[in-house]
């Protein structure tokens, strides 16, 4: 379970990748902002609609690393009842707006 | 809005260097603020009761928004900071490792990001527990507000 917050991260951020792709945002290298260049979590901060789900993405951000860095230890409730659900609101989110 | 505010200098002291600006905001409250990321050229402080000090540091100004907001969350213990060259990274330190106060603390960065539309923002939220203030201060940051 030690990586599994992570992986969830990651998989979060490849729904947000593809929905900058559809609509035309080019996708950033960088999680964070660099002089001039935004990264991904500046634009899903900024964008009226991705801010709805920063506080899901930030759940797996911190919790990712929090696991990665600090040797917090995931349950698998905390798998079931918390993280799987912070990608499946990411997921549903995306989905749509990237199938159509 | 907090964009807008005039702040005054009459709320802290400036010291000759290095500077430490502290003051009480309640009694259970105390906010700390140094001159993090100040060159040596900036650290003549006017006095706060010059009449040329109608001005706070950049980072000064950051802190005591990054403070105003993240304060209003009960659980936040702590608040420390560390500006960099291209970024500013910022911790919230819960009482406990409280999902649902973390959720509040990512409804305050939103708005913090609003305020202040900076782009280099790195936020992390955890438990005090799992990240002590002190450790970070081994890395560069310094503890913006503490709450006793």
Same mark, same amino acid.
């Given at each position: 379970?030690?990586?599994?917050?992570? =992986?969830?991260?990651?998989?979060?951020?490849? +729904?947000?990748?593809?929905?900058? %792709? *559809?609509?035309?945002?080019?996708?950033?290298? $960088?999680?964070?902002?660099?002089?001039? *260049?935004?990264? %991904?979590?500046?634009? !899903?901060?900024?964008?009226?609609?991705?801010?709805?789900? +920063?506080?899901?993405?930030?759940?797996?951000?911190? &919790?990712?690393?929090?696991?990665?860095?600090?040797?917090?230890?995931?349950? #698998?409730?905390?798998?079931?009842?918390?993280?799987?659900?912070?990608?499946?609101?990411?997921?549903?989110?995306?989905?749509? @707006?990237?199938?159509? | 809005?907090?964009?807008?505010? $005039?702040?005054?200098?009459?709320?802290?002291?400036?010291?000759?260097?290095? !500077?430490?600006?502290? /003051?009480?905001?309640?009694?259970? #409250?105390?906010?700390?603020?140094?001159?993090?990321?100040?060159?040596?050229?900036?650290?003549? !402080?006017?006095?706060?009761?010059? &009449?040329?000090? &109608?001005? !706070?540091?950049?980072?000064?100004?950051?802190?005591?928004?990054?403070? #105003?907001?993240?304060?209003?969350?009960?659980?936040? *213990?702590?608040? =420390?900071?560390? /500006?960099?060259?291209?970024?500013?990274?910022?911790?919230?330190?819960?009482?406990?490792?409280?999902?649902?106060?973390?959720? @509040?603390?990512?409804?305050?960065?939103? &708005?913090?990001?609003?305020?202040?539309?900076?782009?280099? /923002?790195?936020?992390?939220?955890?438990?005090?527990?799992?990240?002590?203030?002190?450790?970070?201060?081994?890395?560069?940051?310094?503890?913006? /507000? %503490?709450?006793?």
């Amino acid at each position: 379970m030690d990586w599994s917050a992570t =992986c969830l991260f990651y998989a979060a951020v490849h +729904y947000i990748n593809a929905y900058f %792709r *559809k609509v035309g945002i080019p996708i950033p290298r $960088r999680h964070r902002g660099e002089p001039g *260049k935004p990264g %991904r979590i500046n634009i !899903v901060q900024q964008d009226p609609k991705l801010s709805r789900i +920063y506080p899901h993405y930030r759940h797996l951000d911190d &919790e990712s690393r929090d696991a990665r860095y600090e040797l917090k230890r995931i349950s #698998e409730t905390d798998y079931d009842r918390f993280l799987l659900p912070q990608l499946e609101n990411i997921r549903k989110f995306i989905i749509p @707006k990237v199938t159509t | 809005m907090l964009s807008s505010r $005039r702040w005054k200098p009459v709320a802290f002291e400036t010291q000759p260097g290095p !500077v430490l600006y502290t /003051f009480l905001l309640t009694p259970k #409250e105390n906010l700390g603020m140094t001159s993090i990321g100040v060159s040596s050229e900036s650290l003549h !402080v006017l006095p706060w009761n010059s &009449e040329n000090s &109608e001005w !706070v540091y950049p980072e000064q100004q950051v802190a005591r928004v990054l403070v #105003e907001l993240f304060k209003e969350i009960p659980q936040v *213990k702590s608040i =420390c900071a560390r /500006f960099g060259h291209d970024e500013i990274t910022i911790w919230t330190l819960l009482a406990s490792y409280d999902r649902e106060a973390r959720e @509040k603390v990512y409804e305050k960065e939103l &708005e913090v990001c609003k305020i202040l539309r900076i782009y280099d /923002f790195d936020f992390r939220a955890t438990s005090a527990d799992l990240v002590s203030p002190e450790e970070l201060a081994l890395s560069g940051s310094r503890e913006i /507000f %503490r709450r006793n």
